[in-house]
């Protein structure tokens, strides 16, 4: 599909909408759950015939300070702690305003979701990622992505929120003051159907599903697996590239350093984190896992075969088996057990006397899961300032045109290093949660 921008406001029997939305995964629905809220009406437009996007496809984790959960459990904690967090796995790169903007606004949006919508959080206890200075991961109670998903239809269904399905946006309408006026979007039997707006979301998320895209933009991770829905085409880029938009942090994104192979399903990181080690074919520690799962799909990538060995023991086995997605990995063979050194050097193909030293901290029996680097998630796209408003070339914003979550720069800075474990959907719920705030104040300013 090419985006397509027409010069032009849809004809006057358009139907008309104050906001749409295009996109209806994590950012998208807390964005129309917002506005219905508000009392303001928007459609949510969705390529697929159910939504789901990356964020049914993730393990639906998301960071935030300051949360009912969280003062419940007496965890101290606060936007500015998490901001500094942020700030410093990004190494100071990520931007300033949006990092302190999405710090602040995602408790009050995770608190809205239960309080007003009928979601229901939980803290991951136990671990922390690495760079969380406090225990603040929240997840629905199936701690997936899926459920995270389900909770988030179900909520927009009770709120009434229109969610039209199979809705390809292929064209965006813009007036000749560069104002926003609508959009086209196609059936799956080709016809093309319109929406005029009085503002417009982008909430498709970025490029990793766009292979021509991430050559240019990540040559790293051009052979690797893209883990992320197939839906995150790159729409968002390349309608601000020919609308003049400024883009930002296109070299940022989430990989992840523990892709079950050739299962396809993702592996917890908490597992390195406690004190399981990667080693590669010849047995051999090949980087400092606790700097964190992202940049170490990098790593991964760069040992013989792209492969690498998760190496783990009984205590972290019984932590492994606390995530879904590990007990779906186990149940498809991706679980090896070696009773001792030897074993595992088998396994491994190895010789027994290569095996790492750094082994002697693990206690045999060993288990071990085979993974490779994928590719989750780009972190760049459309610039946006602090209330999620697009930015042209020059810096000044467009008058009615929003994205988040996916679809714009995030808060991971530039490189595969910045990003800290949640960013992804830290910007699609704090993102999605401040663009509706900011739709609302477009039409009662052009009321
Ligand atoms: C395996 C995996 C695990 C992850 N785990 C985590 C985690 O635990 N925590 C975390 O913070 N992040 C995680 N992430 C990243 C996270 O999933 C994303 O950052 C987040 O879901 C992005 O949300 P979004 O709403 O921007 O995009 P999406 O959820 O992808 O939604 C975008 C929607 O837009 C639709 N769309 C796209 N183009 C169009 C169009 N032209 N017309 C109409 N519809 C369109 C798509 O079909 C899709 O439904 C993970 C990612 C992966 C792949």
Request: proline fraction near 5%.
């Amino acid at each position: 599909m090419n985006p397509v921008i027409v010069h032009a406001c849809p004809p006057s029997d358009t139907p008309h909408i104050p906001v749409a939305i295009v996109g209806a995964g994590a950012c998208g629905l807390v964005a129309a759950l917002v506005l219905a809220g508000a009392g303001i009406d928007c459609v949510v437009l969705e390529r697929d015939a159910a939504p789901a996007g990356s964020t049914a496809l993730s393990s639906g984790f998301i960071p935030a300070p300051d949360t009912r959960v969280q003062k419940t459990r007496g965890i101290s904690d606060n936007a500015a702690q998490f901001a500094a967090d942020i700030q410093a796995k990004a190494k100071g790169t990520a931007a300033p305003l949006l990092v302190q903007a999405y710090a602040q606004a995602i408790g009050p949006a995770l608190d809205l979701l239960e309080e007003k919508h009928g979601l229901q959080f939980e803290l991951l206890q136990g671990f922390l990622y690495p760079g969380h200075s406090a225990l603040r991961m929240h997840a629905v109670p199936e701690k997936t992505g899926a459920g995270l998903m389900t909770r988030l239809q179900r909520a927009a269904d009770a709120a009434s929120v229109p969610v039209l399905t199979n809705a390809l946006v292929c064209e965006l309408w813009v007036g000749e003051d560069g104002v926003l006026t609508g959009l086209g979007y196609q059936r799956p039997d080709g016809t093309l159907e319109r929406l005029a707006c009085a503002v417009l979301l982008l909430a498709c998320n970025g490029f990793g599903g766009n292979p021509a895209l991430v050559r240019e933009l990540l040559p790293e991770m051009r052979d690797a697996i893209f883990a992320g829905h197939t839906g995150n085409d790159g729409s968002a880029i390349r309608w601000g590239r020919a609308l003049g938009a400024r883009l930002a942090d296109l070299g940022g994104y989430q990989g992840h350093g523990s892709w079950v192979v050739p299962q396809g399903i993702l592996m917890s990181w908490a597992v390195m984190v406690e004190g399981g080690m990667q080693l590669n074919n010849k047995g051999l520690r090949f980087h400092d896992e606790t700097q964190g799962y992202s940049e170490a799909a990098v790593a991964v990538l760069a040992q013989p075969g792209g492969v690498a060995w998760n190496v783990f023991d009984e205590r972290l086995l019984a932590l492994a088996r606390s995530f879904p997605d590990f007990c779906v990995a186990e149940e498809a063979g991706a679980l090896h057990r070696a009773d001792n050194r030897a074993a595992l050097a088998a396994l491994i193909g190895c010789a027994e006397a290569d095996l790492s030293p750094d082994l002697a901290r693990l206690a045999a029996p060993y288990f071990a899961v085979r993974v490779t680097g994928a590719l989750f998630h780009t972190q760049g796209g459309l610039d946006i300032d602090a209330k999620c408003r697009v930015l042209r070339e020059d810096g000044q914003v467009f008058a009615n045109l929003l994205a988040a979550g996916g679809a714009a720069r995030g808060v991971s800075g530039n490189a595969v290093w910045g990003y800290l474990s949640g960013n992804g959907l830290l910007s699609a719920i704090a993102g999605g949660y401040i663009a509706a705030h900011t739709a609302q104040a477009i039409l009662e300013t052009t009321a």
